[in-house]
């Protein structure tokens, strides 16, 4: 490539469990309002319409045990701790049987949200993007392969605070399962290898501070560990 006038931005990259080789990450989707009790907490009725979804900028993506710093523009700075899925095939217009097929792996990632943003363009029924993409704002862990991991069930999902459990459930309890989300979200764009999707928080979010360390695991899918830096 010839004559490019400014640096073109090089894709982040994700490890692999148990592997050298890395992944490079395409697109980030994140599922909103996926865990009745977290969407009961933000004050909304679940509907079992379809899911609705938002997109992060790839650079957002940070590695597991990074100092992320806090926000700029927010005063109340939230984790939102969720199950990652990584696609490994192309899939457009895929049906829930066929979808789980189309994953490479999974993988924890939190989901960074300024609350204070999102829930006023939110009250407004502006977009939430200032809310939701954020520079440092979507840690994620070592993917581990579907083959290592099984198919999402009843698996633990839990996220600790300086050491004090906030989020905990179990993965059977999405609103929108993943082979759900995979089929829904291919109508809508030909995913490919590399899109990662985060696929909504339990309850008990909360605000972060400077110094805090968010650490969270999911069974059979690995931990995931930040701290939270100064402000930028
Ligand atoms: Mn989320």
């Known amino acids: 490539m010839s004559n490019l006038i400014f640096p073109a931005l090089q894709v982040p990259t994700l490890p692999i469990a148990g592997s050298s080789d890395r992944i490079p990450v395409q697109r980030v989707f994140c599922v909103g309002r996926n865990y009745e009790d977290h969407a009961k907490e933000m004050g909304q009725q679940v509907e079992r ?24 523009a927010t005063t109340n700075y939230h984790y939102e701790f969720e199950l990652v ?17 189309k994953v490479f792996g999974y993988g924890c990632g939190l989901d960074m949200t300024r ?8 009250a407004k ?17 070592a993917i581990v392969p579907a ?15 300086n050491g004090v459990t906030k989020q905990d459930a179990t993965l059977n309890q ?28 339990p309850a008990g979010v909360g605000a972060v501070k400077a110094g805090d360390v968010l650490e969270g695991t999911i069974e059979g899918a690995g931990s995931l560990k930040v701290t939270i830096g100064e402000p930028v």
Request: hydrophobic share 35%.
């Open 49 to 72: 319409d379809e899911p609705f979804y938002f997109t992060k900028s790839p650079e957002s993506v940070v590695q597991d045990g990074s100092v992320i710093p806090y926000a700029s």
């Open 85 to 101: 899925v990584v696609i490994g095939k192309p899939a457009f217009n895929v049906s829930k049987e066929e979808a789980l097929s």
């Open 115 to 122: 609350r204070d943003l999102q829930l006023k363009k939110r």
């Open 125 to 141: 029924q502006l977009p939430w993007d200032i809310g939701k993409d954020i520079e440092y704002s979507a840690p994620i862990s």
């Open 147 to 161: 083959d290592k991991f099984g198919t999402p069930a009843n698996q633990r999902i839990e996220m600790r605070q």
């Open 174 to 201: 999405l609103i929108w399962s993943v082979p759900e989300i995979i089929s829904h979200l291919s109508t809508m764009y030909h995913l490919r290898p590399g899109d990662v999707i985060l696929t909504g928080t």
